[in-house]
């Protein structure tokens, strides 16, 4: 069985400052996928960044990157340089080798001017 | 198409009703999955398919919902009397087939949703 735990229900950040967002992940899969997305309150998901578990480097996009420890089974998201539109809800995922995807309950990012 | 299209975007139905909310995944995608979100949580699970097969459908809530994908493109999850507790947002997303881990064609594109209401 998967596993996705967000423990931060919610978490503050200074524009222009970086922010943390964690998560750890549970799975048998010897091979697997870990994802995050990006929700505004408009609803509609976007996906931000990709790790695979095989992996030796850890994943960048633009500002985004994702802190991936696979012995501590971690695969934390990392954004730079916070914008007031990074002010969402953030999720992490990850799929395996049957293909299911399994999403964690999210934290909500807040951005302070 | 471009994108994963959802249909209806918005539905109010009267307990006891029977909906239906259709998906149009990406052309070529093999993957499809069903979640349902309700507000402030995360996407839950609901069911996946492989072109027309059903390979895992776990996360229906109980025998009231229905989801299929006959050709293996479009799917259409199905809620038979709807309760007030069916209410959520139903997201499809689609993705090529599993590719290995380090392939980052794994990634699913998801739909906008379909917000169902049941007064």
């Known amino acids: 069985a998967q596993k996705i735990t967000q423990t931060q229900p919610g978490m503050f950040v200074q524009e222009k400052e970086a922010v943390t967002l964690d998560c750890t992940y549970d799975?048998?899969?010897?091979?697997?996928?870990l994802f995050w997305y990006k929700q505004p309150s408009s609803g509609e998901m976007i996906f931000l960044i990709y790790q695979g578990s095989y992996d030796q480097q850890n994943a960048t996009e633009g500002r985004y990157s994702l802190n991936f420890q696979k012995a501590r089974k971690s695969a934390n998201l990392v954004i730079s340089a916070s914008q007031l539109g990074d002010s969402a809800m953030y999720f992490c995922?990850?799929?395996?080798?049957?293909?299911?995807?399994?999403f964690g309950d999210g934290t909500t990012l807040t951005v302070k001017p | 198409g471009a994108g994963v299209s959802q249909s209806p975007r918005y539905k109010v139905a009267k307990r006891g009703q029977d909906v239906a909310l259709r998906c149009d995944p990406i052309?070529?995608?093999?993957?499809l999955f069903w979640y349902q979100q309700a507000l402030g949580q995360g996407p839950e699970f609901l069911t996946y398919f492989q072109n027309e097969a059903q390979l895992d459908k776990s996360g229906l809530p109980s025998d009231r919902f229905f989801a299929e994908r006959p050709e293996g493109s479009v799917s259409t999850l199905k809620i038979q009397r709807t309760q007030q507790e069916d209410s959520a947002v139903y997201l499809c997303?689609?993705?090529?087939?599993?590719?290995?881990?380090?392939?980052?064609?794994?990634?699913?594109?998801f739909g906008a949703g379909s917000r169902l209401t049941v007064l």
């Open positions: 799975t048998s899969d010897p091979s697997y996928g």
């Open positions: 995922a990850m799929r395996g080798n049957a293909g299911k995807s399994t």
């Open positions: 052309s070529g995608h093999v993957s």
């Open positions: 997303a689609s993705s090529l087939r599993w590719q290995g881990a380090s392939s980052g064609a794994n990634v699913l594109t």
